[in-house]
């Protein structure tokens, strides 16, 4: 990953991510846009072009007093007007429908990637995880498919603009004097001078702020993380009457925002101060340098108005880099946060692919079991430092049994408990995980926004019974919910902690998965309530295999088997005594 990363130019990081679009299943779509959009900027131009042609013939015509030549240019106005207006407009339409369509892709594209093989997990376990990567896929894909179709856009438009205006100036210059001396091209090469001039100054004032505006998204986004764990934990932090402190902690983590922002505001008033005079200077440069031949009658007044028009529009050609260096308003990002984007997209994809790799080929050999035994087989397992949390495990779980999983905090129960899940990428070994449903129910169980039916069949979201769903929540002691089975509520807010472990409960009677794996499912109900949870499940689903991690003495009489981690990497198997069981 890291050689991956080290590709730092951006020639090359754009063309990793603009690619695969033109490439995937959208790809007639994408060229047709594309190539619809280069043929109107072309048309664009080419309108530009007729204007100060006309502008040049209209002022000429007003200083000889040519009446029908002016009626005639009067009335071409008009069509030439209505000719860029329709232009214009479907380029619009045309750009707006590329950037939606390539933003729609990149989003699912990435997205299916994030998810799939629990990449998303493995992302954050990673000690070199990408940070941020829910703002990448929402805001960042935004800004780069925009930008990424408006640059191109403008950069084929000035180099055009360039190319054939410059035509026109190098003709114009034809009867233009300088202190009495012809130079052939005047207009043209003193264009060329002032523009690539004013363009290598403006990218050596304004260069620190390609990395300021990478810093300060990365700086936002996390500040952005912090607030939302704040919500999240906002009844904890009530209860502790944390608040004064919780705010100084975010207003530490909002000063590197701050400071980033004054180190951008003062490099950009420098680009500003610079943009400002140079585009100012270019509106009455041309004027001095046609002025003395049009005293002399060299020219008329209408070559002075397409001398102006013709050097404004390779003007703005030239300075394409500088009017798009900074961010002055609205619109889509500058040059500089563009290419922030652009290294942000690059480094996600990289990750991606990196633990795409990773997952084709796992340290820890993951396969379907024929039967619905669970067989583990020398599995070790490490975390990302490479400290050994268990040693060669070997376990058979055959259908029905009923294993509690215990040691001392750190020893590995939850990793083992991930690696059983296929979803842990530290270790060796193999896990022939047993056929039929799957159940796992961690200690804060996940219910998904929307009506709590959804809450109560997720994953499998399979129609169920109202009246059995009515009695199996009376019978896990959340009668009360029954008749808000269609009510959508932000239910992992609604209800306590103890009542999420119910709502799981319930949705593993409901659901009569043939496996059912508990990770501390009980920690946050008390010992009466504990005992009804495995009791009722226990009673409605006395086949189902259940694998507990647990650290109460009360639960071990649902059990037949215990496996016992010594936090050494060390591991016991032993059967449970129902007798000693039920004395505990």
């Given at each position: 990953?890291?050689?991956?990363?080290?590709?730092?130019?951006?020639?090359?990081?754009?063309?990793?991510?603009?690619?695969?679009?033109?490439?995937?299943?959208?790809?007639?779509?994408?060229?047709?846009?594309?190539?619809?959009?280069?043929?109107?900027?072309?048309?664009?131009?080419?309108?530009?072009?007729?204007?100060?042609?006309?502008?040049?013939?209209?002022?000429?015509a007003?200083?000889?007093?040519?009446?029908?030549?002016?009626?005639?240019?009067g009335?071409?106005?008009?069509?030439?007007?209505?000719?860029?207006?329709?232009?214009?407009?479907?380029?619009?339409?045309?750009?707006?429908?590329?950037?939606?369509?390539?933003?729609?892709w990149?989003?699912?594209?990435?997205?299916?990637?994030?998810?799939?093989?629990?990449?998303?997990?493995?992302?954050?376990?990673?000690?070199?995880?990408?940070?941020?990567?829910?703002?990448?896929?929402?805001?960042?894909?935004?800004?780069?498919?925009?930008?990424?179709?408006?640059?191109?856009?403008?950069?084929?438009?000035?180099?055009?603009?360039?190319?054939?205006?410059?035509?026109?100036?190098?003709?114009?210059?034809?009867?233009?004097?300088?202190?009495?001396?012809?130079?052939?091209?005047?207009?043209?090469?003193?264009?060329?001078?002032?523009?690539?001039?004013?363009?290598?100054?403006?990218?050596?004032?304004?260069?620190?702020?390609?990395?300021?505006?990478?810093?300060?998204?990365?700086?936002?986004?996390?500040?952005?993380?912090?607030?939302?764990?704040?919500?999240?934990?906002?009844?904890?932090?009530?209860?502790?009457?944390?608040?004064?402190?919780?705010?100084?902690?975010?207003?530490?983590?909002?000063?590197?925002?701050?400071?980033?922002?004054?180190?951008?505001?003062?490099?950009?008033?420098?680009?500003n101060?610079?943009?400002?005079?140079?585009?100012?200077?270019?509106?009455?440069?041309?004027?001095?340098?046609?002025?003395?031949?049009?005293?002399?009658?060299?020219i008329?007044?209408?070559?002075?108005?397409?001398?102006?028009?013709?050097?404004?529009?390779?003007?703005?050609?030239?300075?394409?880099?500088?009017?798009?260096?900074?961010?002055?308003?609205?619109?889509?990002?500058?040059?500089?946060?563009?290419?922030?984007?652009?290294?942000?997209?690059?480094?996600?994809?990289?990750?991606?692919?990196?633990?795409?790799?990773?997952?084709?080929?796992?340290?820890?050999?993951?396969?379907?079991?024929?039967?619905?035994?669970?067989?583990?087989?020398?599995?070790?397992?490490?975390?990302?430092d490479?400290?050994?949390?268990?040693?060669?495990?070997?376990?058979h779980?055959?259908?029905?049994?009923?294993?509690?999983?215990?040691?001392?905090?750190?020893s590995?129960k939850?990793?083992?408990?991930?690696?059983?899940?296929?979803?842990?990428?530290?270790?060796?070994?193999?896990?022939?995980?047993?056929?039929?449903?799957?159940?796992?129910?961690?200690?804060?169980?996940?219910?998904?926004?929307?009506?709590?039916?959804?809450?109560?069949?997720?994953?499998?979201?399979?129609?169920?019974?109202?009246?059995?769903v009515?009695?199996?929540?009376?019978?896990?002691?959340?009668?009360?919910?029954?008749?808000?089975?269609?009510?959508?509520?932000?239910?992992d807010?609604?209800?306590?902690?103890?009542?999420q472990?119910?709502?799981?409960?319930?949705?593993?009677?409901?659901?009569?998965?043939?496996?059912?794996?508990?990770?501390?499912?009980?920690?946050?109900?008390?010992?009466?309530?504990?005992?009804?949870?495995?009791?009722?499940?226990?009673?409605?689903?006395?086949?189902?295999?259940?694998?507990?991690?647990?650290?109460?003495?009360?639960?071990v009489?649902?059990?037949?088997?215990?496996?016992?981690?010594?936090?050494?990497?060390?591991?016991?198997?032993?059967?449970?005594?129902?007798?000693?069981?039920?004395?505990?």
């Amino acid at each position: 990953m890291d050689a991956d990363l080290a590709r730092t130019g951006f020639f090359y990081r754009l063309r990793y991510l603009v690619g695969p679009f033109f490439r995937s299943e959208r790809k007639k779509t994408a060229w047709f846009l594309a190539i619809v959009n280069v043929v109107l900027t072309l048309l664009v131009v080419a309108a530009n072009y007729a204007i100060v042609v006309w502008n040049g013939s209209f002022y000429n015509a007003m200083q000889k007093y040519d009446v029908n030549r002016l009626w005639f240019l009067g009335f071409l106005f008009f069509g030439i007007v209505a000719v860029i207006t329709l232009i214009s407009t479907v380029q619009q339409y045309t750009i707006q429908k590329l950037q939606i369509e390539w933003r729609g892709w990149l989003t699912n594209h990435l997205l299916g990637r994030w998810m799939r093989n629990q990449t998303h997990y493995r992302m954050q376990i990673d000690a070199t995880k990408v940070d941020n990567p829910d703002q990448r896929i929402s805001d960042d894909v935004d800004f780069f498919s925009g930008q990424t179709v408006n640059l191109p856009i403008n950069a084929l438009q000035s180099a055009v603009t360039i190319v054939s205006f410059g035509f026109m100036l190098w003709g114009l210059s034809r009867n233009l004097r300088m202190f009495g001396v012809y130079i052939p091209g005047m207009l043209f090469w003193f264009n060329l001078v002032y523009a690539f001039g004013g363009t290598y100054l403006m990218l050596l004032i304004g260069r620190p702020l390609f990395f300021l505006n990478n810093i300060q998204q990365r700086a936002v986004g996390d500040f952005r993380f912090e607030l939302i764990r704040v919500r999240d934990n906002s009844e904890t932090i009530a209860t502790a009457h944390s608040g004064s402190a919780e705010s100084a902690r975010l207003t530490s983590r909002f000063a590197p925002v701050v400071d980033i922002f004054y180190q951008r505001i003062r490099r950009t008033i420098m680009v500003n101060l610079f943009s400002f005079s140079y585009s100012g200077a270019s509106g009455i440069l041309p004027f001095l340098l046609v002025l003395p031949s049009y005293l002399a009658k060299r020219i008329l007044i209408g070559t002075v108005s397409q001398t102006f028009g013709a050097f404004n529009q390779t003007q703005q050609a030239f300075a394409f880099i500088i009017n798009n260096f900074s961010t002055l308003g609205s619109g889509y990002l500058s040059i500089t946060e563009w290419r922030a984007v652009i290294d942000r997209l690059y480094t996600l994809e990289v990750s991606l692919r990196h633990h795409e790799t990773d997952a084709a080929a796992p340290q820890i050999e993951y396969a379907a079991n024929p039967t619905s035994a669970l067989d583990i087989d020398n599995l070790s397992l490490t975390v990302p430092d490479n400290r050994c949390l268990i040693a060669n495990l070997n376990l058979h779980v055959a259908p029905g049994d009923r294993v509690l999983i215990s040691g001392p905090t750190g020893s590995g129960k939850s990793t083992l408990i991930r690696a059983i899940a296929g979803i842990w990428p530290f270790g060796a070994g193999s896990v022939r995980t047993p056929a039929g449903r799957v159940l796992f129910i961690p200690q804060r169980p996940y219910l998904p926004n929307g009506a709590l039916i959804q809450s109560l069949t997720f994953p499998y979201n399979q129609p169920l019974d109202p009246t059995r769903v009515a009695a199996v929540l009376t019978s896990v002691g959340l009668g009360r919910l029954a008749t808000k089975l269609d009510t959508a509520e932000p239910w992992d807010r609604e209800l306590s902690p103890g009542e999420q472990q119910r709502i799981a409960f319930a949705r593993c009677i409901l659901l009569e998965p043939d496996v059912i794996i508990l990770d501390e499912a009980t920690s946050a109900l008390d010992e009466d309530y504990e005992a009804l949870m495995y009791q009722t499940l226990t009673t409605a689903l006395p086949r189902a295999t259940i694998i507990s991690v647990g650290h109460r003495s009360t639960i071990v009489k649902y059990h037949t088997r215990r496996l016992r981690l010594t936090g050494d990497s060390a591991w016991h198997d032993e059967a449970i005594n129902p007798i000693q069981a039920a004395a505990d």
